[in-house]
């Protein structure tokens, strides 16, 4: 019965679990970022290849 009044009571390992449970939400987090962020990066480069393409064309 000691035993189990011990290992209800003990907390050592509550503090890995909880920077665990943060490390994972901030990657969640960053993940999302960069994945909304993706699209907003993608349109960028397509606007400025195509006024690249452009001047190109108009240069030749």
Aim: glycine letters at 8%; hydrophobic letters at 50%.
């Amino acid at each position: 019965m000691t035993f189990l009044r011990n290992f209800w009571n003990e907390e050592q390992g509550q503090d890995l679990i909880e920077y665990t449970l943060l490390m994972a939400f901030v990657a969640l987090a960053s993940a999302a970022l960069f994945l909304g962020a993706g699209g907003n990066i993608k349109g960028i480069w397509s606007v400025t290849n195509s006024q690249l393409s452009s001047a190109n064309s108009q240069a030749s």
